[in-house]
């Protein structure tokens, strides 16, 4: 069992840039492979990014890309998602996920995560 919680979310004008932090219980995160995910409001969580255990294989949901950053510390138990050039299309609640050691490796499918966070909530104005 892991216990994750997100933090860094805010408020940020069309442009701006936060990170995303996601801070993992237990002392097998670098077995895990990780994902970020978003749910605006009335409408589905989907995917935004992915990292494989060792950081080594990552992607990205084609809107982000160029703009967000995945990573993680693997010595902190920490994942992160940079975020630059925000726009309002990026509003929404932030979810980080992990994948159970063994299931596979880095994945955009909602469906294959085991573990999720809370949120936290980012709001791009004009």
């Known amino acids: 069992q892991v216990q994750l919680i997100e933090s860094g979310g805010g408020s940020v004008q069309a442009g701006g840039s936060l990170r995303l932090s996601c801070a993992a219980s237990?002392?097998?995160?670098?077995?895990?492979?990780m994902g970020w995910f978003r749910q605006a409001p009335g409408k589905e969580r989907e995917f935004v990014a992915t990292i494989d255990w060792s950081g080594s294989t990552r992607f990205y949901v084609d809107s982000v890309k160029g703009r967000f950053t995945i990573s993680r510390d693997n010595a902190k138990n920490t994942m992160y998602l940079q975020m630059n050039s925000l726009n309002l299309e990026d509003t929404g609640v932030y979810h980080c996920?992990?994948?159970?050691?063994?299931?596979?490796?880095?994945?955009?499918?909602?469906?294959?995560?085991?573990?999720w966070g809370q949120g936290t909530q980012v709001t791009v104005s004009s």
């Open positions: 996920a992990a994948r159970r050691p063994g299931a596979g490796s880095a994945s955009d499918a909602r469906g294959s995560y085991d573990y």
């Open positions: 237990g002392h097998t995160f670098s077995s895990y492979a």
